[in-house]
């Protein structure tokens, strides 16, 4: 069951980033999140049946969890999967699990465990490491789109650069400039 939800989590990213980058964004989690109800609600009611008690310390929690995980979050992500790399946005993921351990010392006064803090590194360690070779790759790709595009990426011009005459600043090569006329 973990295997299969990590294959949807991650075939889903990518299909989202390839195909999703036109549909509205509530437009798209609203339909992730019936796709999910048709698949959950029935599981649901055969496995533990679908009553919830009137109380506040069930309808908080539930209420709270469809706003914030659900909605708020499934809207972060594809957000973020619109802006950036999906595997910079995935690798954001793996963060949840220590912050939850971290989150769960004021909120349920556990102790602060040592696999905690060693979770919380290794992963932090590990996004860092995807984010740097996703900006590294991005700035080689925008080199490489820069030069098929026949310009040059775009750097501030060198002092040397600078101080030189437009034909020399621009490969050497002499350009013939139109001669205004008084």
Not at 9 to 29: K, W
Not at 80 to 106: C, D, F, I, K, M
Request: glycine share 10%; hydrophobic share 50%; aromatic share 4%.
């Amino acid at each position: 069951a973990v295997v299969a939800g990590m294959l949807g989590l991650a075939s889903g990213t990518l299909y989202q980033r390839r195909f999703g980058q036109d549909i509205d964004l509530r437009a798209g989690v609203a339909i992730q999140l019936a796709a999910a109800a048709v698949v959950g609600v029935p599981l649901a009611a055969v496995t533990q049946g679908l009553s919830v008690p009137m109380t506040f310390s069930a309808i908080g929690p539930l209420a709270y969890l469809t706003i914030v995980n659900s909605v708020g979050v499934m809207l972060l992500f594809v957000w973020l999967l619109r802006r950036g790399p999906s595997s910079s946005t995935a690798s954001l993921l793996y963060v949840v699990s220590p912050t939850t351990g971290l989150l769960a010392v004021p909120t349920l006064g556990q102790p602060l465990a040592a696999g905690v803090i060693a979770g919380l590194v290794l992963t932090l360690a590990g996004v860092a490491l995807v984010e740097g070779h996703t900006v590294r790759r991005a700035s080689v790709g925008e080199r490489r789109a820069a030069r098929t595009a026949g310009a040059r990426p775009a750097t501030a011009p060198t002092a040397s650069a600078a101080a030189r005459p437009p034909a020399q600043a621009r490969g050497g090569t002499t350009i013939a400039q139109p001669c205004a006329e008084a």
